[in-house]
């Protein structure tokens, strides 16, 4: 594997360095790109939202990154990804991130997974959509994130797993750490084909993926070693490697990023998920977990009943009460998908009395 790893730092999306970045990157694997017959580009399309507010990845970006692929490649061009609960409504998602503009822009074909009839491989059921391309060209979203803690090039991948199908994973895996185990997991099973970027020039802070605050951080990042490029970035925002619960997982997996060299960057300090703030040394957990806790909470009144977060709730823990979506806080997980997806802001984040008196908001 090519394990270089390219780093810049950009003003903004019409900054040089972003196109000198993706030159020396695919420089770095040009024959690859000459032999490819059809590349997926897998961008994060998490839900309908403007760019601006750094859900997705930037359709400047892409249009970027596309416009240079086309001088080292012929193949075929794909773009696709499957949204976290709306992938009913994927046209319109396409629409407000401004990804049908670049798509039809630059000639590039639109997918969607769930077009692609699931297939099982090694325990994992995912689009055949994947199996497809030469490479997958992930282009990630630097962000924070509820479970995860961050989510960057491993993480953004599970959107070729179908929509419906995301959710049993949260079912199944209910503690962040085993859920983040399978989508290091899932990522290796994929890993071979992949090529990734970093959008981390707006990134996003606080409660993401998709609640948190923009914030101008303007790291772009490559690499083919997915694994060290998240590394990388992370020690960017200074974080300590195994803050990303997927890399820890590599990590724990044997992954060795003793060649990493970290790039020296002049990066602000990011506000972390309120669900991260806090370490627990694993006895004091095992003491107080029950009581130290970040719950779900449907507001009414911004709520218009659309029933995103009800359909997305692995373990059914929202029912209705008065017509409003209602959680039982004994049945939920706290995997905040009903969070994630809820477009209206109407599912806020309630702390414990203990959460409050021991973590700073
Ligand atoms: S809380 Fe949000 S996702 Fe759930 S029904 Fe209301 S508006 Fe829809
Ligand atoms: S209520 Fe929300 S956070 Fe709790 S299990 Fe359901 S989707 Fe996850």
Redesign the pocket.
């Known amino acids: 594997m090519n394990k270089n790893i390219f780093t810049a730092q950009c003003s903004g999306y019409a900054d040089d360095a972003l196109p000198g970045l993706i030159e020396s990157y695919f420089e770095s694997e040009s024959e690859r790109l000459k032999r490819a017959k059809l590349i997926l580009i897998k961008p994060n399309l998490l839900s309908a939202a403007a760019p601006e507010k750094a859900v997705t990845t930037n359709p400047d970006f892409i249009k970027t990154v596309i416009n240079i692929l086309k001088s080292y490649t012929d193949a075929e061009l794909w773009m696709g990804d499957s949204p976290g609960a709306n992938f009913g409504k994927y046209e319109r998602v396409l629409e407000v991130t401004g990804i049908q503009k670049t798509a039809d822009e630059t000639g590039v074909k639109i997918v969607r997974v769930e077009s692609f009839k699931p297939i099982t491989k090694d325990g994992f059921t995912y689009s055949s959509l994947a199996d497809e391309p030469d490479i997958i060209l992930n282009l990630a979203k630097l962000k924070t994130h509820s479970l995860t803690g961050l989510t960057l090039a491993v993480k953004n991948l599970f959107g070729l797993i179908p929509g419906t199908s995301k959710v049993g994973y ?1 079912r199944d895996f ?1 503690v962040d750490e085993e859920l983040a185990d399978r989508l290091y997991k899932f990522f290796a099973l994929l890993d071979s084909k992949t090529m990734n970027i970093i959008d981390g020039i707006v990134g996003m802070e606080g409660d993401g993926p998709s609640k948190g605050t923009p914030v101008k951080l303007g790291i772009t990042a490559a690499s083919s070693d997915a694994v060290g490029l998240d590394i990388t970035v992370t020690r960017m925002i200074g974080l300590k490697d195994d803050f990303c619960l997927t890399t820890k997982a590599a990590l724990s997996a044997g992954y060795d990023p003793s060649h990493i060299e970290t790039p020296k960057a002049d990066i602000p300090v990011i506000k972390l998920p309120m669900t991260k703030k806090m370490y627990l040394p694993p006895f004091l957990k095992a003491l107080f977990a029950k009581q130290v806790y970040v ?2 909470l449907v507001l009414n009144e911004p709520c218009i009943k659309c029933m995103l ?1 009800v359909n ?7 029912t209705l009460v008065d017509g409003y979506p209602f ?3 004994k ?11 809820c477009e209206s802001d109407a ?1 806020g984040l309630e702390r414990s009395w203990l959460h409050k008196l021991l973590v700073s908001k």
């Open positions: 949260h209910p719950k779900p977060c997305s709730c692995p373990v059914d823990a929202i959680v039982n806080n049945k939920c997980i706290e995997c905040f998908c009903c969070h994630e997806v599912v």
